[in-house]
């Protein structure tokens, strides 16, 4: 059995949430692995799962929260312009200087892969190897994929879409059911929700400024800072090895990720059939099993 302690570090004037997963057994020459959330703004629980790769590698698994969510500090208040990816690589490397591990494998999900690829484009010593795990190289991407995936939903349900983001009335029941639909079929199929995505939704609802500042109201009205962010032109920049995964009905579409493989040298991808959004809570068994064989090939 593995030991879990988390610990509040210092950044800037602020504080970010620290969950360390420890194994019994450390593997010699295993790398710990470093998680990115989503959102952004959704904390880590949804992603805690993850920690079982701990025991199955014989590594450390550190989760955090990010600034603004979770149990990270909370800011509010913050003008639109702090939210920034430089804030999120900033708040990585100060976690890597406070840690003091001098290699560590990168595995991001969504905004957390989005954020990976910032990262691993800077060439940071210390970062290994990284795993994009359901996350576009471009938001405009993205939401050319979110509108090919909306053009597929029952008619009444595109209706109800349209016209409440056209009167700006996105909190009205019928377009918050109307989500819903989309999100059923393109970010997490199971039924009933788990608990540890309804944790990160909860928190995110009640604290919603990071999400709601750099994205927008929902995974495909993207109307946030982050809306014209792309990372394609650096991607020939990234030196470390890449794993790309996505799931077959996945709200990020192969055609948000694909550059991905087209652009980092040696870049690698897995689709997981019948999964979407979530991969890693609807199959995470097979989800952890190809990223272990991914960390451990490259663990030297």
């Known amino acids: 059995m593995s030991t879990v302690s988390s610990e509040l570090v210092p950044f800037l004037e602020y504080t970010t949430w620290v969950r360390t997963t420890t194994p019994d057994e450390q593997r010699a020459g295993a790398i710990p692995l470093m998680v990115l959330h989503g959102g952004p703004g959704m904390a880590h629980d949804y992603l ?5 790769l701990a025991d ?4 450390t698994v550190i989760h955090y929260d990010q600034l603004g969510c979770g149990r990270s500090t909370h800011l509010p208040d913050a003008p639109k312009g702090f939210w920034s990816p430089q804030l999120f690589v900033d708040e990585f490397e100060n976690l890597l200087k406070h840690l003091g591990h001098h290699r560590v494998h990168v595995l991001g999900q969504s905004w957390g892969g989005m954020l990976g690829a910032e990262i691993a484009v800077r060439r940071i010593p210390q970062v290994h190897s990284l795993a994009i795990c359901n996350s576009p190289a471009s938001m405009q991407l993205w939401v050319e994929g979110a509108a090919e995936l909306r053009a597929r939903l029952p008619m009444e349900v595109q209706d109800a879409l349209d016209r409440h983001e056209a009167d700006d009335t996105v909190t009205d029941p019928e377009y918050l059911h109307a989500t819903e639909v989309f999100y059923s079929r393109h970010v997490c199929r199971l039924d009933p929700t788990p608990q540890d995505l309804a944790d990160s939704e909860a928190q995110m609802e009640a604290e919603p400024t990071v999400y709601h500042t750099m994205n927008g109201p929902n995974e495909f009205h993207v109307i946030g800072t982050l809306r014209d962010w792309s990372v394609i032109d650096r991607l020939p920049q990234v030196t470390v090895p890449t794993l790309v995964v996505a799931g077959e009905f996945d709200e990020a579409t192969p055609a948000t ?27 995470p068994e097979e989800f952890r099993a190809v990223v272990a064989r991914f960390l451990e090939t490259n663990d030297n």
């Open 56 to 59: 199955e590698t014989g590594r």
């Open 48 to 52: 805690r799962n993850l920690e079982a």
């Open 257 to 283: 990720w694909q550059p991905f493989l087209d652009l980092i040298p040696g870049a690698t991808g897995h689709v997981f059939a019948g999964a979407s959004h979530c991969t890693h809570l609807e199959q």
